[in-house]
T-cell receptor, first 115, second 109 residues
Framework: DTAVSQTPKYLVTQMGNDKSIKCEQN?????MYWYKQDSKKFLKIMFS???????INETVPNRFSPKSPDKAHLNLHINSLELGDSAVYFC??????????????FGPGTRLTVL | RKEVEQDPGPFNVPEGATVAFNCTYS??????FFWYRQDCRKEPKLLMS???SGNEDGRFTAQLNRASQYISLLIRDSKLSDSATYLC??????????FGTGTQLKVEL
């Protein structure tokens, strides 16, 4: 029973293409996230959605567009892929209770390689 | 100054050794602190939260020093299975996590 799943696990594509990564969580969480981990292993948040609404949007190029059809899914669409987009993209989810931190559970990651 | 700094390592230690990592942060408004563990080519997983009073979970002890703005992780009696990258993480409130680049630990026979 995978809690947070992502597809595909690996994605190799040419520069200029458009691609999507899908994420689903079966934990009943209200909040979902996309993170990017670059070649230097630096993990940085890109977006966060709470119950289908965008709540965190870091300085990410507008070629990246997240879409949340329902609170269990958060997909990431990337237009006009560039070499610098090569990275591992992690989806995560957590409860949305205010106050104390709510543990984030990460998906297995999607390794994107742009040629 | 970077938001969070960690010695990347690797720390190569023999099985059974005690090893400690530190992590410094620059934002004094940071509220909550954590250690995450990331195995090679896997996703990060929460290891433990870090409290000012210090907290322990089995062989792992975490400490927070707000005055000096650092957190630490101590691992006693290292096991081969402890080999991983340990990520220092904090949040300024809410659910936005800021990650360090991690410290790599290799436990050897």
């Amino acid at each position: 029973d995978t809690a947070v799943s992502q597809t595909p696990k690996y994605l190799v594509t040419q520069m200029g293409n458009d691609k999507s990564i899908k994420c689903e969580q079966n934990l009943g969480h209200d909040t979902m996230y996309w993170y990017k981990q670059d070649s230097k292993k630096f993990l940085k948040i890109m977006f966060s959605y709470n119950n289908k609404e965008l709540i965190i949007n870091e300085t990410v190029p507008n070629r990246f567009s997240p879409k949340s059809p329902d609170k269990a899914h958060l997909n990431l669409h990337i237009n006009s892929l560039e070499l610098g987009d090569s990275a591992v993209y992690f989806c995560a989810s957590s409860q949305a209770r205010t106050g104390d931190f709510n543990e984030q559970f990460f998906g297995p990651g999607t390794r994107l390689t742009v040629l | 100054r970077k938001e969070v700094e960690q010695d990347p390592g690797p720390f190569n230690v023999p099985e059974g050794a005690t090893v400690a990592f530190n992590c410094t942060y620059s934002n004094s408004a940071s509220q909550s602190f954590f250690w995450y563990r990331q195995d090679c080519r896997k996703e990060p997983k929460l290891l433990m939260s870090v409290y000012s009073s210090g907290n322990e979970d089995g062989r792992f002890t975490a400490q927070l020093n707000r005055a000096s703005q650092y957190i630490s992780l101590l691992i006693r009696d290292s096991k081969l299975s402890d080999s991983a990258t340990y990520l220092c993480v904090f949040t300024g409130g809410g659910n936005k996590l800021t990650f360090g680049t991690g410290t790599q630990l290799k436990v050897e026979l």
